[in-house]
């Protein structure tokens, strides 16, 4: 892998999308977002806006809830890419009911093709109580395997909480 691979892991509202976004601002490189959410009722809608109005200006948005390996590949290593988050795309597949699988293949094969400098966001979910019922269990392990999949091959692996970073692998 030729290009750098950077993951933030944190909490729901811990600041990691904001930690992201400056990683990415500070390459000054083009700055891509892709976006893994899918807006389906009103408060997900007024997420997806607060985190417009954070990023600002001058951003390429595209929309890759459940393929962002097919933008990943078409990146140029004079832009750097924000995958913002590995958790709503894992959300997608589940929900979907896809081949979990090839899907991560696909996105981890993605990743080391890509040219572009890559920063992902994920949720660290294991953290709480056990869920009460067996989806929401299996959404907390595959999160957690994700996690390690994608941490395994980044360069480097920040930790936010409460917008404070700590950096549990690699140098920023």
């Avoid at 696909?106 to 953290?127: F, H, Q, R, Y």
């Amino acid at each position: 892998m030729s290009n750098k691979l950077t993951l933030v892991i944190g909490g729901a509202a811990s600041g990691k999308s904001a930690f992201a976004e400056n990683i990415v601002i500070n390459t000054g490189k083009t700055r891509i977002y892709l976006a893994t959410a899918r807006v389906l009722d009103g408060e997900m809608e007024q997420k997806v806006t607060r985190h417009k109005n954070m990023r600002g200006a001058g951003w390429a948005t595209f929309e890759t809830p459940l393929a962002p390996e097919d933008v990943l590949r078409e990146r140029t290593a004079s832009e750097t890419i924000l995958l913002d988050c590995a958790t709503m795309w894992l959300m997608n597949h589940l929900m979907d009911e896809t081949d979990l699988e090839s899907a991560e293949t696909a996105l981890m094969n993605g990743l080391k093709g890509s040219k572009a400098d890559c920063v992902i966001v994920t949720n660290e979910l294991g953290l709480g109580i056990v869920p009460a019922d067996a989806l929401s269990r299996r959404f907390r392990q595959k999160q957690g395997e994700l996690n390690q999949r994608l941490a395994a091959q980044a360069n480097t692996v920040v930790h936010v909480v409460a917008g404070l970073p700590n950096i549990l692998k690699g140098t920023l």
